[in-house]
């Protein structure tokens, strides 16, 4: 008998599993009780048509899973989500739903251990010209695996119509403004008016539609009818940042970016934002909005396509000082005054042979503009052929959003007239 053995590696092997392709999407179950719904405000009480407190509207977050390997059950997965924190969350309006209606009185959520697990059902009537805009996440575990996927649904909306009166409605021309300072003419021309650059022409004849100045229309209307003054209707303007009904006070320092706000017109000065959402809200003394219309604003500086030195040969050995000047491109455009829309920051690097080896010394940063001017002595090179070399170039960033100017003590300044300094 031999008793000599052989014995292979061992090699841990497992079953490979494919990922699973999950989705989510808000469907309503109850069509007698639908996200939209009416109300009569002329009744005492005001009846709503479908009264959730009779009827809930369910919201059901279909979670659908799909397996290649036909392991995990396709169709929904709700039964699988999570009941952890978080493995199930409904939010309103962005908010954690508990943080804005009450549980158990406004919504409940189902959890039992069915297909339906996870389902939102809301009690709650809204308020007239009011939209509660639902969102759902959760959590649930791929056995086969020990992964825990995450789903997100779509936005779902619940509204509601006041048809006991003519319906009041806003609009607003501009939804969205995306202002670009690159093509501002009005910002062009106050640039070389500082500076006396200007030729024929004024102010008013730069502002156009693309200029920091932007202003925005509103249109209320009451049933079929345009309002063009307020003061005959009982209502009253706001412009509030979305989400809240705090009205923003022009040309304050809170809000120095919104520059008038008077039915039917809103300014904004887009130099003094980068990103904002606001909302421009109508109601009465009893501060109930009836009518509401969001206004985006974006601000986003068009970067260079291409940029270098004005001066790229050599320098002369007696030479004490050296000077170079960035030209900058927009595609085929010459960039007027970069400076205006860029910071500008310079840089050089030393070379050097360190026996038969090229290095390169430290970097240094000059000054911030279009224009860099140094001493040679500063450059850290030598007058051999070993230590005679550097490097420049320069990083072009767009300029952060203005602010107001202060002085030491956070006091705003103004100029003689009272308008804000703007940095």
């Known amino acids: 008998m031999n008793e000599n053995t052989f014995a292979s590696r061992r090699t841990h092997t497992r079953v490979k599993f494919s990922p699973l392709t999950v989705s989510c999407q808000l469907v ?11 109300v009569n405000t002329l009744s005492t009480p005001p009846q709503y048509e479908p009264n959730r407190a009779l009827s809930p509207t369910a919201i059901f ?17 709700n039964r699988y989500l999570s009941l952890d924190v978080g493995g199930i969350a409904w939010y309103v309006n962005e908010q954690p739903i508990a943080d804005v209606w009450k549980p158990d009185e406004d919504f409940t959520i189902d959890q039992s251990d069915s297909d339906t697990r996870g389902t939102l059902i809301v009690k709650k009537n809204l308020p007239a010209s009011e939209k509660a805009v639902l969102h759902f996440t959760g959590q649930f575990l791929d056995w086969r695996t020990g992964i825990a ?30 202002y670009d300072p690159l093509f501002d003419n009005l910002l062009l021309y106050e640039y070389k008016a500082a500076r006396g650059l200007t030729g024929s022409g004024n102010r008013d004849d730069f502002k156009d539609g693309k200029c920091y100045e932007q202003d925005v229309n509103v249109i209320l209307t009451i049933g079929t009818k345009e309002v063009k003054t307020l003061s005959d ?22 809000s120095p970016e919104l520059t008038f706000a008077s039915y039917p017109r809103i300014s904004f000065d887009m130099r ?8 421009v809200q109508f109601f009465k003394d009893d501060n109930k909005v009836v009518a509401r219309s969001p206004i985006g604003i974006r601000t986003q500086v068009t970067m260079p396509t291409d940029g270098q030195g004005l001066r790229g040969a050599d320098i002369a050995a007696s030479q004490k000082t050296y000077a170079n000047t960035a ?11 970069p400076e205006l829309y860029y910071l500008i920051r310079w840089f050089t690097q030393a070379q050097y042979n360190d026996n038969g080896v090229w290095k390169y010394a430290a970097e240094k940063e000059w000054q911030h503009g279009t224009d860099m001017l140094v001493e040679v002595a500063d450059l ?7 230590d005679s070399f550097f490097d420049y170039w320069f990083t072009v960033d767009a300029h952060p959003t203005a602010t107001l100017c202060t002085d030491e003590a956070g006091n705003v300044l103004t100029d003689e007239a009272g308008n804000f300094l703007i940095c």
């Open 28 to 38: 309503c179950l109850t069509p007698q009780s639908p996200a939209a719904q009416t």
């Open 272 to 279: 003094l934002v980068a990103k904002g959402e606001y909302e």
């Open 61 to 77: 977050p279909d979670v659908r899973a799909v397996d290649p390997d036909n392991i995990f059950p396709h169709g929904p997965a």
């Open 233 to 254: 209707t009982g209502y009253k303007m706001r412009v509030a940042r979305l989400g809240t009904e705090i009205p923003l006070t022009p040309n304050s320092e809170a």
């Open 380 to 386: 850290g090179i030598g007058v051999t052929k070993n």
């Open 327 to 337: 030209i900058i491109n927009v595609r085929d455009r010459l960039v007027e005054y």
């Open 149 to 178: 996927y995450t789903v997100e649904s779509d936005d779902l909306a619940l509204t509601c119509t006041d048809k006991g009166a003519d319906a009041v409605q806003c609009y607003v021309d501009k939804p969205l403004i995306v």
